[in-house]
């Protein structure tokens, strides 16, 4: 399975595509029967809740090979080569396991945007620094088919957005708060187990209240370009830099 077409339009466009049934269900059972499984054993300290949700649940797990293979051993890896270049993508050495809790009592609250990597309190990304990548890949492993069902949440379009405040105005606004750029209406993802969103690094994202009766499980990997440069800001303004498989020139 590559990209096609609409795929790449959706991509280009909205700055993410989901991708039906990539992941096997022998694959997507494997990841979660190794994650419920450590979940059983270790347990979750209620004060760890907070460093949890900002950057994973499940540490023990995040380079196991039931989580890696999700990425490694699917179409995904050949569908982010598609993107960014045959050849052109690090291996992804460890995932983030994201959980999302039942909480169908507490007051609902809409979810605010951001990209990965500013720094704040919980989420590990040192003061002064954006720990910034080229694309993320997402791989579902609970359903989320209806809204607010802890689903994976976009601001569609806000990648091209972004680049242009970027460009005109530096990154540094990003180390104290996300630009105050035009939103568009959010966009909750609805998805099956073993589905996967492939995403520009720029996408405004956010995850919706779970106010269903399950958990929802999913895993994130931060994809690079081989040439991505971790002190330049190459490929926050120039919005195609690292994605040499769409075929776009001169950035845009």
Not at 43 to 52: F, S, T, V, W
Not at 153 to 167: E, K, Q, S
Not at 193 to 212: E, I, K, M, R, T
Request: aromatic letters at 8%.
């Amino acid at each position: 399975m590559l990209l096609g077409a609409e795929e790449r339009r959706a991509l280009v466009a909205d700055g993410y595509v989901v991708l039906p049934a990539v992941v096997p269900r022998e694959q997507a059972l494997a990841a979660l029967a190794a994650i419920n499984a450590s979940l059983g054993e270790d347990g979750i300290p209620k004060d760890e809740l907070a460093r949890m949700r900002a950057q994973t649940f499940c540490p023990d797990l995040v380079s196991a090979p039931p989580i890696l293979e999700l990425f490694r051993g699917t179409a995904l890896a050949e569908i982010a080569e598609a993107a960014l270049g045959t050849g052109k993508v690090r291996a992804p050495t460890a995932a983030q396991i994201a959980l999302r809790f039942p909480s169908p009592r507490a007051p609902r609250k809409e979810p605010r945007p951001h990209i990965d990597g500013m720094p704040q309190a919980q989420n590990g990304v040192a003061p002064g620094t954006i720990y910034h990548f080229t694309a993320l890949a997402g791989v579902f492993l609970s359903d989320a088919s209806e809204p607010d069902e802890g689903n994976f949440t976009v601001w569609p379009g806000t990648h091209r957005a972004l680049a242009d405040h970027f460009a005109a105005h530096g990154t540094d606004e990003l180390l104290e708060r996300f630009p105050p750029i035009a939103l568009p209406p959010p966009r909750q993802l609805t998805v099956r187990a073993g589905d996967a969103v492939l995403a520009h690094y720029l996408l405004a994202h956010s995850v919706a209240p779970n106010l269903g009766p399950h958990i929802r499980y999913a895993v994130f990997f931060r994809l690079f370009h081989e040439d991505h440069d971790p002190a330049s800001n190459a490929a926050m303004v120039d919005l195609w830099h690292e994605w040499e498989g769409l075929g776009i020139a001169g950035g845009g």
